[in-house]
């Protein structure tokens, strides 16, 4: 795109957000695609069975009647939107996942709602059902990274910087015929809640903006001024509209920025990327740009202002290459605006396809090759995969209203492992465990996963801490002895769970080319109860707090696994750490890293596909 720039790093030189940077692994990678298939088939797991998308959300459930015996409608009819489930219990029964019905469960009407009205607005060729159901699954997916609060982000202050400068946004919009929602949108998520922030790559400002990305905003806008100029010449000289000429003149003016802002900049003795006014301007200018490259497609403008045009081009081409015809890349582009016209080609079909989302996220070079240490400053990175739906997520939030963001931000206050699982019961007692064993919520891993080729530590934990809990076993009543520290309570987990531990497990045999390879499972309930198998009541259930980033809740829920690779040879710690990247890449699994252990939490939304990885491996 940009003078003396290297594809891989042309992302710099466009307008780069702060982000939230969610850590990914530094290791080799593993692409199991035998296993996979097309990431396409199962990236939307919320699909209901035979059930088109807009009815699995259009659904107004009935009124339930109040503490008055009148509907709560009728009292606070936005209330009951937030109470009401979109989806109704039939359409849930339709999941075989306990973990997927309670993640859908929690998707409320008046969510439902805002994004059924919104998506269109923003992304207009998202209307229809493939792609405007790739949208909202990513809004939910993705809900904790956007509205989660840190030190460092709060979305409610993003807004607010937004709404502070509204009519500058509308104003430049105007001026060089920008869509204001997108201008809206890209800045709702840019301006970080300030209008000087500086980003770790270097950007700055509201916009985020490089500073060669300024220069170059500079010389488009003065090419735009100058073809005015010589259309005014021209009708001047053919003794035209002279009032329309003069016009043409004043606006050309108008546009060829550069002087006024370095003016501006001079004056206020600032970079001119911290003056709004300045930095407004050149990141619109730029969108308006790339909305040019992009036949005027929103999602690829979007996408372009975080990754650059030269990235995303390279990304279009692969998929192209892969799922339609041969082509190569042209100096004008005019191919690739005709395929992207031809087949219809959205940000959606990329971020669904295997290949390009790898590229998007960072697993894959932007040479296509899959990403190791030696090679990964030739990818992407710092979710360049998501930002579109980030962006999108900020806006519909923004227009959606402050209230409704608030009441987002309060639900995000957690973990995002335990804003998956609000729902899902912790079974900390021995009556929950009991239950949950009896309908099968909860398996038993002891006996099957080292017949896999795990070596589960829990066992030796278990004993290391003997003496702890031998202690204290005096003020937790119904642990009567250490001898039963290592009951079959201790490895209780959702079959979902199993069933993806069971095709990890299958990747890594064949990522290793090492059959006898052990995965080191460190702690999985922590649940330690002598009798609960046996039916007798003794109370509550002790705990082994193992997790290294103390995250028990998850574990109680048999929803999550730690591995201990600490002493595992460098080269397959790299091919274990590559699979569960690309795991977490694609939204598989949550995953934290402390010294030599990393904590694994399935994604609820993959709970019918991993339960049925369960059942083809271990049978009803």
Same mark, same amino acid.
């Given at each position: ?76 009819? *936005? ?5 009401? #489930? ?75 910087? *937004? ?64 073809? *005015?100029?010589? !259309? ?100 004008? +582009? +005019? ?8 087949? !219809? ?6 971020? /669904? ?39 999108? @997520? ?82 937790? /009543? ?28 299958? +990747? ?16 999985? #309930? ?35 696994? !730690? ?19 690309? !795991? ?10 402390? #010294? ?20 083809? @491996?271990?049978?009803?």
């Amino acid at each position: 795109m940009l003078s003396g720039s290297k594809k891989y790093r042309a992302y710099l030189w466009g307008a780069v957000g702060v982000g939230l940077g969610t850590a990914l692994f530094v290791g080799g990678y593993y692409l199991g695609t035998e296993q996979y298939g097309d990431v396409s088939d199962v990236s939307s797991p919320s699909i209901v069975a035979n059930q088109k998308p807009e009815a699995s959300l259009s659904h107004e459930a009935g009124d339930k009647p109040g503490a008055s015996g009148q509907p709560e409608a009728a009292k606070n009819p *936005l209330a009951q939107k937030r109470q009401l #489930s979109a989806f109704t219990d039939d359409q849930l029964k339709n999941h075989i996942s306990t973990l997927t019905r309670a993640s859908l469960k929690s998707v409320t009407q008046e969510q439902a709602a805002i994004w059924r009205e919104y998506i269109p607005k923003l992304l207009p060729s998202y209307g229809e059902t493939k792609t405007f159901q790739v949208a909202r699954d990513a809004l939910r997916d993705y809900e904790h990274v956007v509205f989660h609060t840190t030190d460092t982000h709060n979305l409610a202050n993003n807004h607010r910087v *937004l709404r502070n400068y509204a009519d500058l946004v509308h104003k430049y919009c105007s001026r060089w015929d920008v869509p204001e929602a997108v201008a809206e949108a890209i800045i709702s998520w840019e301006n970080s809640g300030s209008v000087a922030s500086v980003s770790y790559a270097g950007a700055v400002g509201i916009c985020q903006m490089m500073e060669d990305t300024v220069s170059f905003v500079h010389d488009y806008a003065g090419q735009e001024a100058e073809l *005015l100029r010589r !259309d005014a010449d021209v009708m001047r000289y053919k003794k035209g509209d002279k009032k329309r000429a003069d016009d043409m003149l004043a606006q050309a003016d108008l546009l060829d920025c550069a002087v006024r802002h370095r003016t501006m900049a001079k004056e206020a003795k600032q970079d001119e990327r911290v003056l709004v006014n300045c930095n407004l301007e050149d990141a619109i200018i730029y969108i308006k740009y790339l909305l040019q490259k992009y036949e005027g497609r929103e999602d690829l403008a979007i996408a372009a202002y975080h990754c650059g045009i030269d990235n995303l081009d390279d990304i279009i081409i692969v998929y192209v290459n892969d799922t339609k015809m041969s082509m190569r890349r042209g100096s004008d +582009r +005019r191919e690739l605006r005709s395929m992207i016209n031809s087949y !219809d080609i959205k940000y959606a079909d990329l971020w /669904q396809y295997e290949k390009t989302r790898a590229m998007l996220s960072g697993v894959r070079t932007m040479n296509g090759e899959l990403t190791t240490d030696a090679n990964r400053y030739e990818a992407l990175g710092d979710e360049a995969d998501i930002y579109l739906w980030k962006v999108l @997520s900020s806006w519909v939030a923004y227009k959606a209203g402050q209230d409704y963001t608030a009441w987002m931000i309060e639900n995000n206050r957690g973990s995002r492992e335990e804003c998956a699982y609000s729902g899902v019961p912790i079974y900390d007692t021995p009556a929950k465990v009991k239950d949950a064993l009896k309908s099968g919520s909860l398996v038993s891993v002891k006996k099957v996963l080292p017949q896999k080729g795990a070596e589960l530590l829990s066992e030796k934990v278990a004993d290391v801490n003997d003496v702890a809990k031998k202690k204290a076993a005096g003020a937790a /009543q119904g642990v009567h002895s250490h001898e039963h520290a290592s009951d079959d309570a201790a490895w209780l987990v959702h079959p979902e769970l199993l069933g993806y531990m069971d095709d990890l497990l299958k +990747r890594w045999d064949v990522a290793s080319g090492n059959s006898k390879v052990r995965l080191p499972v460190g702690l999985l #309930s922590g649940v330690i109860n002598p009798h609960i198998l046996s039916g007798e009541h003794v109370g509550s259930c002790w705990a082994l707090k193992m997790c290294p980033v103390n995250t028990m809740d998850s574990h109680l829920r048999g929803v999550a696994f !730690d591995l201990d690779y600490s002493g595992m040879a460098n080269a397959q710690r790299k091919e274990l750490q590559g699979l569960l990247e690309y !795991d977490f890449v694609f939204d598989r699994v949550f995953v934290r890293n402390r #010294s030599g252990k990393t904590h694994v939490v399935l994604n609820p939304r993959w709970g019918d596909y991993y339960y049925k990885k369960y059942h083809e @491996s271990f049978g009803k």
